[in-house]
């Protein structure tokens, strides 16, 4: 059986700092997407954008919402938060997107 890998020693506290930490590979293309325009244009509960724990997500004044692909953790929140299944989620090309260090 292999070792678990440790807890990482967390030494500051908020969240925009944690995610400095956060290594990434721009893909150069964004590997998240809405389905369609419509239906975001028509949606109330921008659970996408309430959900991204990396603000990936954000409202925009057209009613689609901005997506900055390159800060995205690849945790899939978003796809399955969004009511009307209108996330496209696909893994960023190999080599690109998030890199964790455990330990
Ligand atoms: S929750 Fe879904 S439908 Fe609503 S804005 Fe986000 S992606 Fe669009
Ligand atoms: S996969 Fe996670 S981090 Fe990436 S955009 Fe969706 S909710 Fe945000």
């Known amino acids: ?20 930490t956060v290594k990434y590979n721009d893909p150069g293309d964004s590997h998240l997407d809405v389905k369609v325009s419509d239906i975001c244009m ?4 921008y659970d996408c954008v309430r959900v991204c724990p990396a603000n990936v997500w954000r409202e925009s004044e057209e009613g689609v ?3 900055a ?4 953790l ?3 929140s978003c796809r399955y938060a969004c009511s009307h299944d209108n996330v496209v989620w696909t893994y960023p090309e190999t080599g690109a997107g998030v890199t964790f260090k455990h330990g």
């Open 74 to 76: 690849e945790c899939s």
């Open 1 to 20: 059986m292999s070792a678990q890998p440790k807890t990482p020693q967390v030494d500051n506290d908020s969240m925009e700092d944690r995610l400095y």
């Open 69 to 72: 692909y390159e800060n995205c």
């Open 65 to 67: 919402p901005h997506i």
């Open 42 to 45: 028509q949606c109330d509960s």
